[in-house]
T-cell receptor
Framework: AQSVSQHNHHVILSEAASLELGCNYS??????LFWYVQYPGQHLQLLLK??????LVKGIKGFEAEFIKSKFSFNLRKPSVQWSDTAEYFCAVFTGGGNKLTFGTGTQLKVEL | EAQVTQNPRYLITVTGKKLTVTCSQNMNHEYMSWYRQDPGLGLRQIYY???????DKGDVPEGYKVSRKEKRNFPLILESPSPNQTSLYFC???????????FGPGTRLTVL
């Protein structure tokens, strides 16, 4: 069965620091990859997605992610975080064979002023 | 406004009392899904539906039922709720399973 690992469960950064959140998945076939964000008290929203093509994808609010097929990774990055980026971030993988979306356990990001 | 709605948003119930959480989308999406969110476990898929009358189990289907009689609605049924089903539940929809999913606002369920 496919699985998604997010290694950082809690991350605390100061404003303007750079962010990188790790995501690894276990599936050898074609995948569609997503990062979702959940701001406090809100539902999940899509940050960015990768289906094919350029492995470096840009999303909303200055976030980007790089798909590295050989490493089964899809890490999320942002050069300079803001206090408003405080949220929980979820990596998710869709594999066509299973027709279902598998989420990682999430990373709680707290950005301090 | 394109949206996924869920009702109720908050529910406190007792063990064994059947309940239904409704989910409705107005985007004409084929794919709908239910997830539960628990601290430290992320979101886990309960059931999904590729289209009307087509449903399948996700990763944690035990204790839940679903039906998809109309494209827009995908209710989640707990026939005999137990305390371990206390959780935050999200409904989601998308054009197809592999596209962006649009999430509802969540239903916080407490089973005493």
């Amino acid at each position: 069965a496919q699985s998604v690992s997010q290694h950082n469960h809690h991350v605390i950064l100061s404003e303007a620091a750079s962010l990188e959140l790790g995501c690894n998945y276990s599936y050898g076939g074609t995948v569609n990859l997503f990062w979702y964000v959940q701001y406090p008290g809100q539902h999940l929203q899509l940050l960015l997605k990768y289906f094919s093509g350029d492995p470096l994808v840009k999303g909303i609010k200055g976030f980007e992610a790089e798909f590295i097929k050989s490493k089964f990774s899809f890490n999320l990055r942002k050069p300079s975080v803001q206090w408003s980026d405080t949220a929980e971030y979820f990596c998710a993988v869709f594999t066509g064979g299973g027709n279902k979306l598998t989420f990682g356990t999430g990373t709680q990001l707290k950005v301090e002023l | 406004e394109a949206q996924v709605t869920q009702n109720p948003r908050y529910l406190i119930t007792v063990t064994g009392k059947k309940l239904t959480v409704t989910c409705s989308q107005n985007m004409n999406h084929e794919y709908m899904s239910w997830y539960r969110q628990d601290p430290g476990l992320g979101l886990r898929q309960i059931y999904y539906s590729m289209n009307v009358e087509v449903t399948d189990k996700g990763d944690v289907p035990e204790g839940y039922k679903v039906s998809r009689k109309e494209k827009r609605n995908f209710p989640l049924i707990l026939e005999s709720p137990s305390p371990n089903q206390t959780s935050l539940y999200f409904c989601a929809s998308s054009t197809t399973g592999y596209n962006e999913q649009f999430f509802g606002p969540g239903t916080r369920l407490t089973v005493l």
